[in-house]
Nanobody, 124 residues
Framework: QVQLVESGGGFVQAGGSLRLSCAAS????????MGWFRQAPGKEREFVAT????????YYADSVKGRFTISRDNAKNTVYLQMNSLKPEDTAVYYC?????????????????WGQGTQVTVPS
C-alpha cells in the first residue's frame, strides 16, 4: 500500500512559481500512475495533471497546459508539480493521487489513494 504526503504549497504573488512535492511510501510506487488534482472553496475537485509509470507520458488540464509540469523520480518515490506563471484562479488545495495501474487518468474516481492536500494561494 502506498501512502502519499504533499508539501510545497504556500502563498505566492501572481506570475510567481511554486513546486509541489508528493512523497510516497511503499516499494511499489514505480508501478502507480500518479495525478494532481485541486479543489477551490465551493468547487468540485478538478483534474490538473497525470503521469504514467515510465515517465514517458503526461496529460494536463487545458487550464494549466504550458504553465505546469508534472514529473516523477521513482528512485526517490516522489512526484512533483512545477507551477509557473501562477494566477489567482490557481488558488486551491492541491492533492496528489495514485492508481495502481499503467496509464493516464484524469477522473478523480479512478484513483485509489489520496494525500491530505497542500494549500496554494495566489492573491488577486
Amino acid at each position: 500500500q502506498v501512502q502519499l504526503v504533499e508539501s510545497g504549497g504556500g502563498f505566492v504573488q501572481a506570475g510567481g512559481s511554486l513546486r509541489l512535492s508528493c512523497a510516497a511510501s511503499g516499494r511499489t510506487f514505480s508501478r502507480y500512475a500518479m495525478g494532481w488534482f485541486r479543489q477551490a472553496p465551493g468547487k468540485e475537485r478538478e483534474f490538473v495533471a497525470t503521469i504514467n509509470w515510465r515517465v514517458s507520458s503526461t496529460y494536463y488540464a487545458d487550464s494549466v497546459k504550458g504553465r505546469f509540469t508534472i514529473s516523477r523520480d521513482n528512485a526517490k518515490n516522489t512526484v512533483y508539480l512545477q507551477m509557473n506563471s501562477l494566477k489567482p484562479e490557481d488558488t486551491a488545495v492541491y492533492y496528489c493521487a495514485a492508481k495502481g495501474q499503467y496509464g493516464l487518468f484524469s477522473l478523480a474516481r479512478e484513483y485509489d489513494l489520496w494525500g491530505q492536500g497542500t494549500q496554494v494561494t495566489v492573491p488577486s
